[in-house]
């Protein structure tokens, strides 16, 4: 299993401005990923942080306004950039701890408000 | 890519009662499913998972779900709920042979009455 810290939990921000938010595992893991979840939507990935290069962007989401970095095998940031009320969201750092398509973990999400 | 669909996105039910919650996913392939639950304030975690052998699965507090192939369904059920299942449910899937993300249904919003 893998225990995962996520700050901040949650922020009230002015649009705009960016926020960063920080992804800390107790473990060395090989897939990390960032999701947001909208109010009333099902989650959706936004990209895969990769360790030593680019995140992989899903449809939708590109790196000007989701940077992510992923310096080591235990820690990930995700920013959101020049926000909008619609960046509002709950954002969800997950990691797989083994081979790919086995359970995923979850952070308990940053609770975005923009204003 | 696969997609999920999961109806009744709010299911109110006192105590006692039966809980099922339908989940169904578009993929012709081989594909692994997940349940996960968010109880309020908590982080999401994983329900029940099928990977492969038998279709029926059972989870932790009681819940299991059945797998079946011919409907693309994998849906979850609990004979009888206690107050402390509110929470909103989430069903996943992802394709081992395909791109191998998982894919999440919006989620059901289960609220047990006392």
């Known amino acids: 299993s893998a225990v995962i810290s996520q700050k901040p939990s949650r922020d009230i921000c002015q649009r705009g401005t960016s926020l960063t938010i920080q992804c800390q595992v107790d473990?060395?893991?090989?897939?990390m990923f960032w999701y947001r979840q909208q109010p009333g939507q099902s989650l959706t990935l936004i990209a895969t942080?990769?360790?030593?290069?680019?995140?992989?962007?899903e449809s939708g989401f590109v790196i000007d306004k989701f940077p992510i970095s992923r310096p080591n095998l235990t820690f990930s940031t995700l920013t959101v950039s020049n926000m909008s009320p619609e960046d509002s969201s709950i954002y969800l750092c997950?990691?797989?701890?083994?081979?790919?398509?086995?359970?995923?973990?979850f952070g308990q999400g940053t609770r975005l408000t923009v204003v | 890519a696969q997609s999920v669909s999961q109806h009744n996105h709010h299911v109110i039910l006192s105590e006692a009662a039966s809980l099922e919650l339908g989940c169904n996913y578009s993929?012709?392939?081989?594909?692994?499913l997940f349940w996960y639950v968010q109880y309020p304030g908590q982080h999401l975690q994983l329900l029940l998972k099928?990977?492969?052998?038998?279709?029926l699965v059972k989870g932790i507090k009681g819940f299991e779900a059945e797998f079946i192939k011919s409907k693309f369904s994998f849906n979850l059920r609990k004979p009888s709920v206690q107050w402390s299942d509110t929470a909103e449910y989430f069903c996943?899937?992802?394709?081992?042979?395909?791109?191998?993300?998982?894919?999440f249904g919006k989620g059901n919003q289960v609220v047990v009455i006392p």
């Open positions: 997950s990691v797989e701890v083994d081979r790919v398509g086995t359970e995923a973990f």
């Open positions: 473990s060395q893991v090989t897939m």
């Open positions: 942080a990769n360790q030593g290069s680019e995140a992989t962007y």
């Open positions: 993929y012709g392939g081989t594909v692994n």
């Open positions: 099928y990977f492969s052998g038998d279709p």
């Open positions: 996943a899937v992802n394709a081992p042979r395909g791109n191998n993300r998982l894919a």
